[in-house]
C-alpha cells in the first residue's frame, strides 16, 4: 500500500475509536443510560410494601363502598322495576274496564236508556232505574279517576326508576375505577412479596384453629367462626366462605351469631357510634378499627387480634400491640 494511503488509514482507524470513546463517555454520563438500578434490599422491599399496604387498605375499602352503592342501587332499580310491572299490570287492567263501558255506551246510548225509563210510566220505577244509571256513571267516573292516578304514579315511577338507574350506573363506574387502582396496586404487593419470599397463597379449604379464649354468648360464637376461618387467603372485596378482606370477615363472623353488620369498615364504625367501647376497657369480640378506617379486626381476648391483613396473606391471629401498636382509633361492641 502506499505511504499516503497507509497514513490516511491509519488516521480514520484513530479517529473512529476517539468518537467511539468519547460517545460512550456521554452515553454514560447522560440519565437512564447507565446499568439498570440495583434491586431494592429487603429493608428497602418491606418499607415499599409497608407504605403499598396502607394505600390499598384505604382503596380497598373505598372499592368496598363503592360496591355496596352499586348493590343497593341495582336493588333499588329491579324492586321499582317489578313495582312499575305490577303498577302497568293493574293500569291495563283498569283501561280494558274504560274501554268495555266506553263500548257499552256507544251500543246502548245513554239517551236511549233515559227513554226507555220515562216510557215505564211508574214514578217507582222511573226513580229506581234512574238511580242505577247514576250509580254506573259514578263507578265509571270512579275507574276513570283510578286510571288517571295509575297513569299518573307510573310517569312518576318511571321517572323514579330512571334517576336510580344513573346513580346504578354512576356506582358501577366508580366500582370499575377503584378496582382499576386496586388490582395495580395488588400485583405491585405480589410482586414485592414474591421478592421476599413472604408470599402467602393461603388455603380456601383450610379447617382454621379452635378459639379457645375467655369469650362468651354471641361473642364467643363470632369468635369461634373467625378462628374457623384462619388460614384462609385475603383478598379484597372477600366475604367468604373461600377468602375475605377485614370488614367481610367481621361481618361474616358476627353475623354467624345472629348481629347483622354493614360491609364496610367505615360503615362498621358509622353503625357503631352509639356502641363504642374505651380501649382500655376491650372484651372478646370487640371490632377494633385503625386510624383512618382502612383496617379492622376482632379482640380474641388475652392482647391478641383475629384478622384478614392484606394481599399476600391470610387470615390469621396476632398479638395486638405488636401489629396495631398506636394505630388503633377505637373499639365497638356489637
Known amino acids: ?37 440495583p434491586a431494592p434490599t429487603p429493608a428497602q422491599a418491606r418499607a415499599k410494601l ?14 368496598n363502598q363503592a360496591t355496596e352503592s352499586y348493590r343497593k342501587a341495582r336493588t333499588a332499580y329491579a324492586e321499582l322495576d317489578a313495582e312499575i310491572r305490577r303498577k302497568d299490570a293493574a293500569a291495563g287492567a283498569l283501561r280494558r274496564d274504560l274501554m268495555a263501558a266506553v263500548v257499552s255506551d256507544y251500543q246502548t246510548g245513554r239517551v236511549d236508556g233515559y227513554a226507555r225509563l220515562v216510557g215505564q210510566g211508574s214514578p217507582e220505577a222511573l226513580l229506581g232505574g234512574m238511580a242505577a244509571l247514576g250509580q254506573i256513571a259514578q263507578a265509571r267516573a270512579a275507574k276513570l279517576r283510578a286510571y288517571e292516578a295509575a297513569g299518573a304514579d307510573l310517569r312518576e315511577r318511571h ?49 382454621g384453629i379452635t378459639y379457645s379464649g375467655p369469650a362468651s354468648g354471641s361473642a364467643r360464637t363470632a ?57 382500655t376497657a376491650l372484651q372478646p369480640g370487640d371490632l377494633l378499627f385503625s386510624r383512618g378506617l382502612g383496617h379492622m379486626g376482632m379482640y380474641a381476648g388475652g392482647g391478641k387480634m383475629v384478622h384478614a391483613p392484606q394481599t399476600g396473606d391470610v387470615v390469621k391471629v396476632v398479638n395486638l400491640d405488636d401489629y396495631w401498636r398506636g394505630r388503633l382509633i377505637g373499639a365497638v361492641r356489637p
Open 50 to 63: 409497608t407504605q403499598l399496604n396502607e394505600q390499598a387498605d384505604q382503596l380497598v375499602e373505598q372499592y
Open 159 to 207: 321517572a323514579r326508576a330512571k334517576v336510580v338507574l344513573a346513580q346504578a350506573d354512576a356506582a358501577r363506574d366508580k366500582v370499575r375505577a377503584r378496582q382499576q387502582k386496586v388490582d395495580k396496586l395488588v400485583a405491585e404487593q405480589t410482586r414485592i412479596l414474591r421478592r421476599l419470599g413472604a408470599f402467602r397463597s393461603g388455603d380456601p379449604a383450610s379447617a
Open 1 to 37: 500500500m502506499p505511504t499516503g494511503l497507509a497514513r490516511m488509514a491509519t488516521t480514520a482507524l484513530a479517529m473512529t475509536v476517539a468518537m467511539t470513546v468519547a460517545l460512550t463517555a456521554v452515553a454514560a454520563g447522560r440519565p437512564g443510560a447507565a446499568l439498570a438500578e
Open 223 to 279: 369468635l369461634r367462626f373467625a378462628f374457623a376461618q384462619v388460614g384462609k387467603p385475603y383478598r379484597y372485596g372477600g366475604t367468604g366462605p373461600g377468602s375475605y378482606d377485614c370488614s367481610g370477615l367481621t361481618q361474616a363472623a358476627w353475623r354467624a351469631a345472629g348481629v347483622r353488620l354493614p360491609r364496610t369498615t367505615y360503615t362498621q364504625w358509622s353503625w357503631g357510634a352509639s356502641r363504642r367501647v374505651p380501649l
